[in-house]
Every structure is written in structure tokens, then in C-alpha cells.
């Protein structure tokens, strides 16, 4: 198939497999305490550090001049992500300076996108299917910010973080037109997507069954 048909159609597999999440299984690392807008937060801080580091490790081993520009400016979004959500956790009396978001190491997913060798893989995974997911639980933590009365951590991710994940989703799409151009790129892609989808289910089940913990933000 051409490439045009191939990102549609993994676009679809995406976001079929997507709706099918309830809204109370989103995907959430490990989180200690109450299910509350500030440890949420501490969730997001991690997911936004891993974010920002596997686009900095693919920028440097990636050849492609047009892949290295998008990876750099998913760099900077995430890196303003995360100083947005700690200085929000500050004006909620938590001093993010005092947090490691790594202490309990990289989640599964992280280990997984750093194996990937291709571009391919990369983009359809990272920015294409985990870009996705991310927009999808933002969305849901907007909910829960909204509905917990914290309009103005609710206003951030609507406002910025969201509309940056989907921008890097479509820079995703973007890419994928130029690169799943053979069988063996599409074959390669799709594959990698739905793993990430996989341990997107996995991790998001497993937490909700030990923590009960959901409305996680970011991916």
C-alpha cells in the first residue's frame, strides 16, 4: 500500500484500539498516596522527563535532518512541560526540587522505545502512537482537574500541553508519509506501534489493579 493508505490505516488501528480504554483505565506509572491533582502531578513529572529523554537520545543518533528538528522540538516542549508542571506543583506547596521522578528507574515503556533502531520504528511509535495515547489521558486528567475544582492546572494542559502533544503526533504522521514508503517500513512500523499500545494496556491495567490510581496525564 502507499504510504498516504498505510498511516491512515495505522491511524485507525490507533485509535480503535484507544476508544476502547474506559475512562478509568488510563494508562499511570506507579504513584504513591491519594488520588489527587498534586500526586498526579508527581506521575506527569515522570512521564515528561522520559519523554523528553528518549527524544534527546533518538536526536543523536538519528540521521535524517527533518527527523532531528521535529525530535529537537519535542525536546523543548516536554523540558517546558515539566517546569510548567513543577512550578504548578509548587503553587500547590510541593517543591519539585525535592523529587526524583527517576528514583524507581525508567517504566517499561521508556525500555522498550530505547531499543527501537530504525527511524520508522521510532516515529511511529514515539511520536505517532505514544503522542496519541498522551492526548488521550490529558484529556481525561483535564476532566478530573476540572471536576477536583483546579481550574487552573486544568487551563495549563488544555491551554498548552495538550495542543503541543498533538502537534508532535502530526509531525509524527508527517514523517511516517515520507519513511513507511516499503513493506518492510510499514511492517516494521505497525509492529512497533502496537507493541507500544500493548504495554500502554499492560501498564495502565496492572497499575490500576495494585494502585487504583487513574487520570494519569502524559505517557
Same mark, same amino acid.
Do not use: V
Given at each position: 500500500?502507499? @504510504?498516504?493508505e498505510f498511516v491512515a490505516h495505522l491511524d485507525?488501528?490507533?485509535q480503535r484500539r484507544l476508544k476502547s480504554l474506559a475512562p478509568d483505565d488510563t494508562l499511570k506509572p506507579e504513584v504513591e498516596g491519594e488520588l489527587t491533582v498534586l500526586n498526579l502531578l508527581k506521575v506527569a513529572l515522570k512521564n515528561e522527563i522520559e519523554a523528553t529523554e528518549i527524544a534527546a537520545r533518538w536526536l543523536v543518533t538519528t540521521g535524517e535532518v527533518d527527523v532531528k528538528l521535529a525530535l529537537a522540538r519535542q525536546v523543548g516542549d516536554e523540558a517546558k512541560h515539566y517546569r510548567m508542571? %513543577?512550578?504548578?506543583?509548587? %503553587? +500547590?506547596?510541593?517543591? %519539585? !526540587? @525535592?523529587?526524583?521522578? +527517576?528514583? !524507581?528507574?525508567?517504566?517499561? +515503556?521508556f525500555n522498550y522505545l530505547d531499543t527501537l533502531p530504525t527511524t520508522v520504528e521510532r516515529v511511529a511509535a514515539g511520536q505517532f502512537t505514544r503522542e496519541a495515547i498522551a492526548v488521550v489521558k490529558n484529556r481525561q486528567f483535564i476532566e478530573f482537574c476540572e471536576h477536583a475544582g483546579d481550574r487552573e492546572t486544568a487551563a495549563m494542559y488544555r491551554d498548552v500541553i495538550e495542543p503541543d502533544e498533538r502537534y508532535h503526533h502530526e509531525l509524527g504522521r508527517i514523517l511516517l508519509l515520507r519513511l513507511a514508503t516499503t513493506p518492510e517500513a510499514q511492517a516494521a512500523a505497525a509492529a512497533s506501534a502496537r507493541k507500544t499500545l500493548e504495554l500502554a494496556d499492560e501498564l495502565q491495567r496492572k497499575a490500576l489493579a495494585t494502585a487504583g490510581i487513574h487520570h494519569a496525564p502524559g505517557c
Open positions: 500500500m502507499t @504510504s498516504e485507525g488501528e490507533n508542571i %513543577a512550578d504548578r506543583l509548587r %503553587a +500547590l506547596g510541593f517543591d %519539585a !526540587k @525535592s523529587f526524583d521522578p +527517576l528514583g !524507581k528507574g525508567y517504566g517499561p +515503556l
